[in-house]
């Protein structure tokens, strides 16, 4: 036998092994473990509080959200259609907003957005028990991006990327306020902006 055929026949099994054990590794390497969060309705001490105004008390920060995507309400947000707006256009409406006896409302700011993600394997990366019907797209934030001059940063809930938008782009909005800013019970507290 040649040393030629010799090394042909080494090289089939060990060229096999090599392709098995990569075939193997890429697949275990790009596996994705994913594992829900517990759904927020089986959760006793939910972190999110749904009130009867429309709104959405958040415990872990102290924030309050209005429920609803703008452009959308009533229950289960089902009455509209959610508004895409230019972020310039995203900041002004949330300071002319007078919603549930409150008009502190503003666009919250990338780390507040950014807490309303909840990571999941498939469907909507945000409570939708307590935010029903919210598009699976991209939300304003109040934070500029420092890459381009008039941008900001956008939160995904479809699939809960983080990008930045310019002011070409339109997004959606989710408007929030600081919870203990202003009451309806004592309205001198509340700021009109």
């Known amino acids: 036998m040649s040393p030629l ?41 939910s972190r999110f509080v749904a009130n009867r105004d429309g709104t959405v008390n958040d415990r872990v920060t102290g924030l309050m959200w209005k429920q609803c995507a703008e452009g959308l309400s009533g229950v289960g947000c089902a009455v509209g259609d959610a508004l895409l707006f230019k972020w310039k256009w995203a900041i002004r409406q949330g300071r002319g907003v007078v919603f549930a006896g409150y008009s502190d409302w503003r666009l919250p700011d990338r780390t507040e957005l950014s807490s309303l993600l909840q990571r999941r394997c498939y469907g909507l990366d945000i409570d939708a028990i307590h935010f029903p019907n919210t598009p699976p797209d991209r939300f304003w934030s109040a934070t500029q991006s420092p890459y381009y001059p008039g941008s900001a940063w956008t939160l995904h809930f479809g699939n809960g990327t983080v990008g930045y938008g310019t002011r070409q782009d339109s997004a959606y909005v989710r408007l929030v306020r600081d919870r203990v800013s202003c009451s309806p019970v004592s309205p001198e507290s509340c700021v009109t902006r």
Request: hydrophobic share 45%; net charge positive; proline share 10%.
């Open 5 to 45: 055929t010799r090394l042909n026949k080494i090289r089939w099994p060990l060229a096999l092994s090599l392709c098995l054990f990569a075939s193997t590794f890429a697949r275990t390497a790009l596996a994705e473990t994913c594992v829900d969060e517990i759904p927020p309705a089986q959760r006793p001490d």
